[in-house]
Nanobody, 126 residues
Framework: QVQLVESGGGLVQAGGSLRLSCAGSGRTFSNYAMGWFRQAPGKEREFVAGIGWSGENTSYADSVKGRFTISRDNTKNMMILQMNSLKPEDTAVYYC???????????????????WGQGTQVTVSS
């Protein structure tokens, strides 16, 4: 059974940093693109950052470019989102996701991701 578990969310002041982790189990995640999405109350789930199966290719939403960094450690089935210079508008539930099909470079939309974590709350106070 494929499972993704996020951790690292919490409450932080504007300008602060958080580091989100996503631990995968149940298959060889090193063969699959992965990504981070977020959903604020009353809004649709939106793409935050994505990373290809090898880790060489990444993509970011314009709203987080220069502030967030996505990375992965395929030896540990782990994906990281380092979030710096956080803003109140970054407040949301953050989800990690894994692609359904292997060996894609980067995926930036919801549909191709067949596996999702339960989400972790990030709250940025002003």
């Amino acid at each position: 059974q494929v499972q993704l578990v996020e951790s690292g969310g919490g409450l932080v002041q504007a300008g602060g940093s958080l580091r989100l982790s996503c631990a995968g189990s149940g298959r060889t995640f090193s063969n699959y693109a992965m990504g981070w999405f977020r959903q604020a109350p009353g809004k649709e789930r939106e793409f935050v950052a994505g990373i290809g199966w090898s880790g060489e290719n990444t993509s970011y939403a314009d709203s987080v470019k220069g502030r967030f960094t996505i990375s992965r450690d395929n030896t540990k089935n782990m994906m990281i989102l380092q979030m710096n210079s956080l803003k109140p508008e970054d407040t949301a539930v953050y989800y990690c996701a894994a692609d359904t099909f292997p060996f894609r470079v980067v995926v930036t939309t919801v549909a191709p991701f067949g596996y999702w974590g339960q989400g972790t709350q990030v709250t940025v106070s002003s």
